[in-house]
């Protein structure tokens, strides 16, 4: 069973720019990071396959947020710039046992963080 912890998370002004990390305890395929709104159901914000080459993001974030991992390190970083206040959200990071390529959906995914809050005021 493989571990998963997030951090980073805090509060930041409309523009400003979090750096959210997920360490592992041991080693993973493909990673995720999804996030939860106050309401609303838990979304897929982007991935990044086993061996980094390839990564993907959901049209609100592209451009803007940039995930990378380091896999001597069994880690993901994700880099958040131009944070807006529809940003808010609790962010889990999220790890395949087995799968390399990007995964987009909850069920693909069999490792979960507990999650960590990013807020972004107006």
């Known amino acids: 069973q493989v571990q998963l912890v997030e951090s980073g998370g805090g509060f930041v002004q409309t523009g400003g720019s979090l750096r959210l990390s997920c360490a592992a305890s041991?080693?993973?395929?493909?990673m995720g990071w999804f996030r939860r709104a106050p309401g609303k159901e838990r979304e897929f914000v982007g991935g990044i396959s086993w061996t980094g080459s390839s990564t993907y993001y959901v049209d609100s974030v592209k451009g803007r947020f940039t995930i990378s991992r380091d896999n001597a390190k069994n880690s993901m970083t994700l880099q958040m710039n131009s944070l807006k206040p529809e940003d808010t959200a609790v962010y889990y990071c999220?790890?395949?046992?087995?799968?390399?390529?990007?995964?987009?959906?909850?069920?693909?995914?069999?490792?979960w963080g507990q999650g960590t809050q990013v807020t972004v005021s107006s």
């Open positions: 999220a790890a395949a046992r087995a799968v390399g390529v990007i995964r987009r959906y909850e069920a693909d995914y069999d490792y």
């Open positions: 041991g080693r993973t395929f493909a």
